[in-house]
């Protein structure tokens, strides 16, 4: 009664910002992402009857105020009438910073979880579950660049490219590792309720994916960099203009995006998106990435530099 998945942060082109139901956690709009390859979390979840109460590690540290999330997510998996479980999860990059730790997270834990207690691993199934506890957990349940559908009822997942079908490169410029002030989910309530531009951000959305999918189609690099930089400033604007504003940004953020546009201006193929969190990540074309990767280390303010290409769904590795 005890598996180890691995699974990949995803980074939104086209950003899930909204709830339309707030109990099941559908969200009010589609979106579009890239998973990636080379962050990523292992998640070691064990089901069994001599476990006295469920039990939660992450990165080796007992995380208390994680487990309610987690306890609701495994016996969605598993049923209510599950054994108590021990879940031990590693992750190699920072958490809660808007690097999208979460949707790895829980991309990981259905997909252990699900084999742990020997139910259904279809990947649309697992996908659903994962969204119920995050909404972008859904899209790393899948590799190379996904979609995923609002729906009616029910979200729909599916992967638009491979990984290996075109190999973008994602450089992530860390700005501040600390945890991000306010939840991506709680802001996304507050703007729900307090945006005037909410209502045409949701809208709006299906003419973004429509251009995002013909361009993800064609291989066209400058269509999709033109739709994800627009969608990405349009989401900011949203949380911007919620009261309280929602600010992610800080100053190296924005001198990241000068860089960007530096370069753009220099005729490179990059842009750039921001979810929630001060983190700028660039995709770009591989040939770009060795200079986009300089440009954005010699930033003031930029910790870190990470750079990864596009990788598969959540994995099972061992199954015991
Ligand atoms: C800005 O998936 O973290 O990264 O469903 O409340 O857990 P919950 O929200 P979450 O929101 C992600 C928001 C985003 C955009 C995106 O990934 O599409």
Redesign the pocket.
Known sequence: MRAIAQAQP???L????G?RDIKR?L?AVG?M?LTLESLWTKMTVRFSPEIEHDWLAVNGETADEMLPRVVRCLDQVAGKQRHFATIESYCNFPIAA?L?S??AAFAALVTAASSACRKSSDRLILARAA?A?????A?SLFGGIVELESGDDEINVLALAEPDDWPLRVVVAVTAGGTKPV????A?ILSEKTSPFYSSWVANQEDDLDVARCAVQARNFEQLAAVSEHNCLK?HSVMWTSRPPVVYWNKATLACMETIRALQDEGQAVFFTI??GPQLKAICLPENEALVAAALGAVDGVETIMTTGLGPGAQLLDDA
Do not use: E, H, L, V
């Not at 086209?14 to 910002?17: L, P, R, S, V």
């Not at 939840?183 to 709680?186: A, E, L, T, V």
């Open positions: 995803n980074i939104a086209i950003k899930y910002w709830k956690n969200p979106s992402s808007g999208a979460s949707a969204g506890a995050s909404g972008s957990a899209r939840s991506s989910g709680d996304m989401m979810d929630a």
